[in-house]
T-cell receptor, first 115, second 114 residues
Framework: GAGVSQSPSNKVTEKGKDVELRCDPI?????LYWYRQSLGQGLEFLIY????????KSGLPSDRFSAERTGGSVSTLTIQRTQQEDSAVYLC?????????????FGSGTRLTVV | GENVEQHPSTLSVQEGDSAVIKCTYS??????FPWYKQELGKGPQLIID?????GEKKDQRIAVTLNKTAKHFSLHITETQPEDSAVYFC?????????????FGTGTQLKVEL
């Protein structure tokens, strides 16, 4: 597609449940990033994938968080046993090393609310 | 790791005035500095970026300056318009062959008043 697509746009879940957030990057973009944005806060790095390299997981806040990227395209961020502090907007971005700039293209995010 | 600080957190200007947002970074190896604009309910959008081999870059009403020695960079918006109202984020990274992990500032809420 023309942009980065994220689904669902909104997700309300009960504490303790697992959730999956999906990101569909721009076709041909080799890098994919996940960030978390809490209310009124900046963007907190979670994980990124670059081509076939091992992902950089250094930003994942706990072992309840995991992500995968299948076939070098779509990515899924999974949060197990959700907690209220997981409530935030989860943003996905992609970029291309061949592009004129190194900037990301972000999706519109998934707003996760844990009740 | 990299640490980016951004000031001010909120900024209110009159339409037509200039707005300046400032950021500092800690990692002297950082060489790429983008700025993003985020409107309500949307993801951040890249508006301008600068690399460490350049001191200033301009694109119409927006400009970015970089002082590598002092490790700070600034966004300048001239002739502000109501549609410039948004949250602006600065970021820094060290571009390597393996990727480009950005560290973001905490954002500046810009309000342009009529």
């Amino acid at each position: 597609g023309a942009g980065v697509s994220q689904s669902p746009s909104n997700k309300v879940t009960e504490k303790g449940k697992d959730v999956e957030l999906r990101c569909d990057p721009i076709s041909g973009h080799t890098a994919l990033y996940w960030y978390r944005q809490s209310l009124g806060q900046g963007l907190e790095f979670l994980i990124y994938f670059q081509g076939n390299s091992a992902p950089d997981k250094s930003g994942l806040p706990s072992d309840r968080f995991s992500a995968e990227r299948t076939g070098g395209s779509v990515s899924t961020l999974t949060i197990q046993r959700t907690q209220q502090e997981d409530s935030a907007v989860y943003l996905c971005a992609s970029s291309s090393r061949q592009s004129r700039v190194q900037g990301y293209t972000f999706g519109s995010g998934t707003r996760l609310t844990v009740v | 790791g990299e640490n980016v600080e951004q000031h001010p957190s909120t900024l209110s200007v009159q339409e037509g005035d200039s707005a300046v947002i400032k950021c500092t970074y800690s990692d002297s190896a950082s060489n790429y500095f983008p700025w993003y604009k985020q409107e309500l309910g949307k993801g951040p959008q890249l508006i301008i970026d600068i690399r460490s081999n350049v001191g200033e870059k301009k694109d119409q009403r927006i400009a970015v300056t970089l002082n590598k020695t002092a490790k700070h960079f600034s966004l300048h918006i001239t002739e502000t318009q109501p549609e410039d109202s948004a949250v602006y984020f600065c970021a820094a990274s060290r571009i390597t062959g393996g990727g480009n992990k950005l560290t973001f500032g905490t954002g500046t809420q810009l309000k342009v008043e009529l």
